[in-house]
């Protein structure tokens, strides 16, 4: 058996390969024509990827989504409020605390203030009183008998019942009489226990 002739050698799968080389390039060109005006369109608006997905969207879970997206903006918008509100009471709460202070601090200067008088007033009023009963009775009750009777009680009860009796002798019967109802009158409303 011999070969076939050796000057003319086939060359392997030349034909073959030259028509599939030449299919590939018309199907590379076609792609091309045919690729590039839909590529420069971009996606169908029905197709387009909402928030981050990848896959279309059916009409239903847009609207389902929008609907979602709204609330998630009214539920920051309400959180907003409420800290809002938060800060303004805190800020508030700051400001009645430091009044409440304040005040506290000029309540117990008042209280001070008060304590000074009470006691300036007691001062004066035991010292009146000594010059009342250390006066003779009946110029004592000369006096006493010009003034109001709720005021000549006051004093009168302040007084040693000793004194207080030598004046009472120098009065009217009349002015007597009203300053000890005064003076009778002046602790029957108070609790007894």
Known sequence: ?????????????????????????????????????????????SAAPTTGQSAPVAPDMQALLAELLQREEAVKRREDKLRDRERAMQIADEALSSQLSALREAEDSLRATLAVADKAAENDLARLTDVYQNMKPKDAAALFETMDPVFAAGFLSRMPPDAAAGVMAGISPEAAYTISVVMAGRNANAPTE
């Not at 076609?30 to 005006?37: M, N, S």
């Open 1 to 45: 058996m011999s070969s076939a002739p050796s000057g003319r050698q086939r060359p392997r799968g030349g034909v073959l390969t030259l028509i599939s080389a030449l299919m590939i390039s018309s199907a590379v060109i076609r792609l091309g024509f045919e690729a590039g005006p839909a590529l420069a369109r971009g996606p169908e608006p």
